[in-house]
């Protein structure tokens, strides 16, 4: 489970968002990734403001679940920019902390950490952070586990 998830998240949104990435007539965006018996779907709303939820199935049954809600607080720093390096620090999660990125991680002036309260694939929750220059522009907050 936990490989099928680390290689579904680096497939989608952080790494290979171009053919994957749907627009939906509800206006979320939606990306999916199917491997043997799994799916993995990630629909979210929103771009600066944004919520969504994670769920990945195994054999037709949803069997596990994270919601995560974000946003940027500082609109000086373009979009794109912030984004960009989310999705590079997203492309690190591992198998220890395979939720969102790793705990910390640095490029140029950005800096992104992931702060876990619980940890365990069956129950977890935490916040990520970006900063650029040491001043906070962007935070998450998600939580989740499996459902069945």
Known sequence: MINFLLKAKKSTYAGAEGDSKKILSDGSKEFVFAEDNFLYRDRYFGSDHFAGQEVVFHNGKAIWVMNYRGYILDKTIGEKEIYNFLKQALLEASKENPFRGPSKFTSGN???????????????????????????????????????
């Open 110 to 148: 950005f800096k992104y950490t992931s702060e876990l309260t619980k940890k365990d694939l069956n129950s977890f929750a935490g916040m990520e952070t970006i900063y650029f220059k040491n001043s906070k522009i962007y935070e998450l907050y998600f939580h989740g586990g499996m459902i069945a």
